[in-house]
């Protein structure tokens, strides 16, 4: 016998259950915070090196 073919609702286009979408939904805001953070301190480094305070002393 063959599966029955479930259609996904428009609500939810991925098939997925509602903890399975939540979970998605965790896991970008995660990353997205994450990805602020990291680029912050990336810029954060990159304007103390510029202005000398990060610089070594020769």
């Not at 609702?9 to 979970?23: Q, V």
């Not at 305070?53 to 020769?58: E, L, W």
């Amino acid at each position: 016998m063959s599966e029955p073919v479930v259609k996904a609702s428009p609500k939810d286009p991925f098939g997925e259950g509602l903890n399975a979408a939540k979970a998605r939904r965790r896991r970008s805001v995660a990353i997205a915070i994450a990805l602020v953070v990291f680029v912050g301190l990336v810029f954060a480094v990159s304007v103390l090196r510029l202005s000398g305070h990060g610089a070594p002393q020769f």
